[in-house]
Every structure is written in structure tokens, then in C-alpha cells.
């Protein structure tokens, strides 16, 4: 049964520290998604991948995140340096995008993070 | 451009009730439209789609969804409610070539016993 996986599912940390969230997405899978979720915002779109190129990343405030995929195997969001407001349920979702509009997106359980 | 409007952010309703919950959509292509559930504590997973042909569409859990072209809607319907059904619910559309999936703003689900 392939599924994303995300580490760590809960992260607590203190304001100006570092945060790498992971992601495995789905083998197979062409494009990866972030998004954050908060009660205030909903969810947001952070930015997305395909074949590990980033494809967008408006959604990202550029100057403390940055996401990467270092191989097919693995995606990663950073925080540096973590604020109380980035405080926010992360997501991963990947999907095999073949261009006529079937874009399902399967996600991850996410990373729960809390920064002090 | 595509975009995605849920109408009511909170729907409540008893068990056994029918549910309904709203979905319209505005896209300059064909559409492809979702629904997606996210329970306590855990991702989005996929309800139903409609991509082509029928216009009614099944997904899990017996909700189903029905595309009407005419009323831009796609709106989720569950003839009886169970507890279970509490949920926070996602219609998205997608965004085209680009990949990715335009959603709405949920609408939160109550059953009352």
C-alpha cells in the first residue's frame, strides 16, 4: 500500500532554531506539494516540484524557508530561522501529473510544529 | 483561472440526515473536480473525483457527488449520516497543465447523535 510519509510527525522547538520537515513521496510520483495548514489561514499552497525541478514557490515566504529535493526519493522544507507564527500542521502530497488535468494528490500525515 | 467556493464554513446535522455539502467552481478549461475528507489529526484523503463522463460520481464511505456544467456545482451528498462522517471537507478543482489542485476553504462537519 504506497503512502507519503513525513518526518517527524510532531516537532517542538524554540524561536530561531532550524526545522527540516521530510517527505517520501509515493514512488512513481512526478510532482510534490507543501502546504501548511493553520486555523487562521487554512491551507496553503507553499510550493510544488516536478521531476525534483521547483515548479512554484510563491506561495513560500522566501526569506527563512526554503524546500529542495535532493533525490526522487525525498523532499525537504526548512525553516531558518523558526518563528511562533510558522507554528502550523506542514503537509506533503505527491502525484503523477500527466498534463490533461487528473492532478490527485495523495497526502501525507503531516508534521505538527510548534515553536515557542 | 480556477477557483473553488464552499458554501458554509461549519454544517451540523443528525445522525441519519442527509448530508450535503457545496461545491462551485469557476474554471476557464474542462474541469476536473475533488473532494477530499481530512479526520482528527491526519492528510486530506481522496472521497471522489470527476474527471470525464458520468456526471455522477460514487467515492467511498457512500458519499457521492454530481457534476452539473450548467450550475458550475459539485456538491457531496451522504443520504445518512453517521458519527463517523465528522470531518473537515475539501472540494478542489484542478489547476490544469501546471499540476497542482486549487482548493476551497472546507466546510467542517458536525453529526449530532
Known amino acids: 500500500d504506497a503512502r507519503v510519509t513525513q518526518t517527524p510527525r510532531d516537532k517542538v522547538t524554540e524561536m530561531g532554531q532550524e526545522v527540516t520537515m521530510r517527505c517520501q513521496p509515493i514512488?512513481?510520483?512526478?510532482?510534490v506539494f507543501w502546504y501548511r495548514q493553520t486555523m487562521m489561514q487554512g491551507l496553503e499552497l507553499l510550493a510544488y516540484?516536478?521531476?525534483?525541478?521547483?515548479?512554484?514557490d510563491s506561495g513560500m515566504p522566501k526569506d527563512r524557508f526554503s524546500a529542495e529535493m535532493p533525490d526522487a526519493t525525498l523532499a525537504t522544507l526548512k525553516i531558518q530561522p523558526s518563528e511562533p507564527r510558522d507554528s502550523a500542521v506542514y503537509f506533503c502530497?505527491?502525484?503523477?501529473?500527466?498534463?490533461?488535468?487528473?492532478?490527485?494528490?495523495?497526502f501525507g500525515p503531516g508534521t505538527r510544529l510548534t515553536v515557542l | 483561472a480556477q477557483s473553488v467556493t464552499q458554501l458554509g464554513s461549519h454544517v451540523s446535522v443528525s445522525e441519519g440526515a442527509l448530508v450535503l455539502l457545496r461545491c462551485n467552481y469557476s474554471?476557464?478549461?474542462?474541469?476536473?473536480l475533488f473532494w477530499y475528507v481530512q479526520y482528527p489529526n491526519q492528510g486530506l484523503q481522496l472521497l471522489l473525483k470527476?474527471?470525464?463522463?458520468?456526471?455522477l460520481v460514487k467515492g467511498i464511505n457512500g458519499f457521492e457527488a454530481e457534476f452539473k456544467k450548467s450550475e458550475t456545482s459539485f456538491h457531496l451528498t451522504k443520504p445518512s449520516a453517521h458519527m463517523s462522517d465528522a470531518a473537515e471537507y475539501f472540494c478542489?478543482?484542478?489547476?490544469?497543465?501546471?499540476?497542482?489542485?486549487?482548493f476551497g476553504k472546507g466546510t467542517k462537519l458536525s453529526v449530532k447523535p
Open positions: 516540484f516536478r521531476n525534483r525541478a521547483p515548479l512554484d
Open positions: 470527476y474527471t470525464t463522463g458520468a456526471t
Open positions: 502530497a505527491s502525484g503523477l501529473v500527466r498534463g490533461e488535468g487528473d492532478n490527485e494528490q495523495f
Open positions: 474554471s476557464s478549461v474542462p474541469p476536473y
Open positions: 478542489a478543482v484542478s489547476g490544469g497543465s501546471q499540476g497542482n489542485l486549487i
Open positions: 514512488l512513481g510520483h512526478n510532482t
